[in-house]
């Protein structure tokens, strides 16, 4: 019987539990899960007392480069004080683990735990609080570059488009909508003249997916592996977009990204400039996003479809309409 390659694998949660075990000597007792599969496998591996995160990137999803970049800003971002999930290098000072997987070499890291909850429905204050934590990384990566993508237009928007055509014929009206705001977006942040002091390196996804919550003020921030280089309004936009389709009551999502850039203005101001970007940057990401969804197409496939084009594409055109409707 012939065994056929494979192009994506999900690693055995006991042998990946013993392989880390052994790598960075923890004890016997420990328990590996998987918690989900997607771009990256995350796995939690625990012992009731300690909780560690596991990253099995997919196959050739990023270079050993790239990850030790990503590495390398959460190491600075630690170093000065900012709670986030930081790599823990095993026994023998090693952050990156190599795994001969059927479909090839997988590269596996350490994080820690991220303590607290996922909070979708957001205070106020936490609010704030996360505006305060996104402004302190962004004072820390103004002005740094790290070897990895920049996010400009042809990258967020030209490029994403031309993923999407292989899915979706471009006489659907949601593909018009994205090919008509690729050159509009583009013109507002070339008319933007962003500086250099506002531009370094962004998460691309800080959300309340990738946050953990104590005490409404306590923000731990992480997975960071879309982090590269570019304007920081588009984490500020970002953000303030996945609030708006969290707040169904717009006059609660005004309340809440008032109080967020707030909270980011506490510690980092704004220009007049940047703040007019905010819905550029916002459709921007998603349009992007959209793009990753068509290139990861093999576990995206379950809703890729017309119908979930239409609802995305919905949600950017909501976001940009209220927008245009506030001008």
Same mark, same amino acid.
């Given at each position: 019987?012939?065994?056929?390659?494979v192009t =994506?694998s999900?690693?055995?949660?006991?042998?990946?539990?013993?392989?880390?075990k052994?790598?960075?000597?923890? =004890?016997?007792d420990f328990d590996c899960?998987?918690?989900?599969?997607?771009?990256?496998h995350?796995?939690?591996?625990s012992?009731?007392?300690?909780?560690f995160?596991?990253?099995?990137?997919?196959? %050739?999803?990023?270079?050993?480069?790239?990850? %030790?970049?990503e #590495?390398?800003? #959460?190491?600075?971002?630690? !170093?000065?004080?900012?709670?986030?999930?930081?790599?823990?290098?095993?026994?023998?000072?090693?952050?990156?683990?190599?795994?001969?997987?059927?479909?090839? +070499?997988?590269?596996a890291? #350490?994080?820690?735990f991220?303590?607290?909850?996922?909070?979708?429905f957001?205070?106020?204050?936490?609010?704030f609080?996360?505006?305060?934590?996104?402004?302190?990384?962004?004072?820390?990566?103004?002005?740094?570059?790290?070897d990895?993508i920049?996010?400009?237009?042809?990258?967020?928007l030209?490029?994403?488009? @031309?993923r #999407?055509?292989?899915?979706?014929?471009e006489?659907?009206?949601?593909?018009k909508?994205?090919?008509?705001?690729?050159?509009?977006?583009?013109?507002?942040f070339?008319?933007?003249?962003l500086?250099?002091s506002?531009?370094?390196?962004v998460?691309?996804d800080?959300?309340?997916?990738?946050?953990?919550?104590?005490n409404e003020?306590?923000?731990?921030?992480?997975?960071?592996?879309?982090?590269?280089?570019g304007?920081?309004?588009?984490?500020?936009?970002?953000?303030?977009?996945q609030?708006?389709f969290? !707040?169904?009551d717009?006059?609660?999502?005004?309340s809440?990204?008032?109080?967020?850039?707030?909270?980011?203005?506490?510690i980092?101001?704004l220009?007049?400039? @940047?703040?007019?970007? +905010?819905?550029?940057?916002?459709a921007?990401?998603?349009?992007?996003y959209?793009?990753?969804?068509?290139?990861?197409?093999?576990?995206?496939?379950?809703?890729f479809?017309?119908?979930?084009?239409?609802?995305?594409?919905?949600?950017?055109?909501?976001?940009v309409?209220?927008h245009?409707?506030?001008?």
């Open positions: 019987m012939t065994t056929f390659p =994506a999900t690693l055995s949660e006991v042998e990946l539990g013993n392989f880390i052994e790598k960075y000597r923890l =004890a016997d899960k998987l918690f989900r599969t997607g771009v990256n995350t796995y939690f591996i012992n009731g007392k300690q909780k995160v596991v990253r099995v990137y997919c196959f %050739e999803w990023r270079t050993k480069t790239e990850i %030790e970049q #590495l390398g800003l #959460l190491n600075l971002l630690r !170093e000065n004080s900012i709670s986030i999930s930081f790599p823990i290098p095993d026994k023998n000072g090693r952050l990156i683990q190599e795994i001969n997987a059927p479909e090839g +070499i997988r590269y890291v #350490l994080f820690s991220a303590e607290g909850q996922k909070m979708r957001m205070s106020n204050e936490t609010c609080h996360i505006g305060s934590l996104m402004a302190k990384i962004h004072n820390i990566t103004e002005r740094k570059k790290i990895r920049s996010y400009g237009p042809e990258i967020l030209y490029q994403s488009y @031309e #999407l055509r292989p899915f979706f014929s006489d659907l009206d949601e593909m909508f994205v090919k008509a705001i690729r050159s509009k977006i583009s013109g507002k070339e008319a933007g003249n500086t250099e506002q531009n370094g390196i998460h691309l800080i959300w309340y997916d990738n946050l953990s919550v104590n003020n306590e923000i731990t921030v992480f997975d960071f592996d879309n982090c590269g280089n304007p920081l309004i588009l984490d500020v936009g970002y953000f303030c977009k609030l708006f969290i !707040e169904h717009k006059v609660q999502y005004e809440k990204a008032k109080s967020f850039l707030s909270g980011y203005q506490k980092r101001q220009s007049n400039g @940047e703040l007019q970007l +905010i819905p550029e940057a916002g921007a990401v998603f349009v992007f959209l793009g990753v969804q068509a290139q990861r197409f093999d576990w995206s496939n379950i809703f479809t017309e119908n979930y084009l239409k609802m995305f594409v919905g949600r950017i055109r909501d976001w309409g209220y245009n409707g506030r001008q």
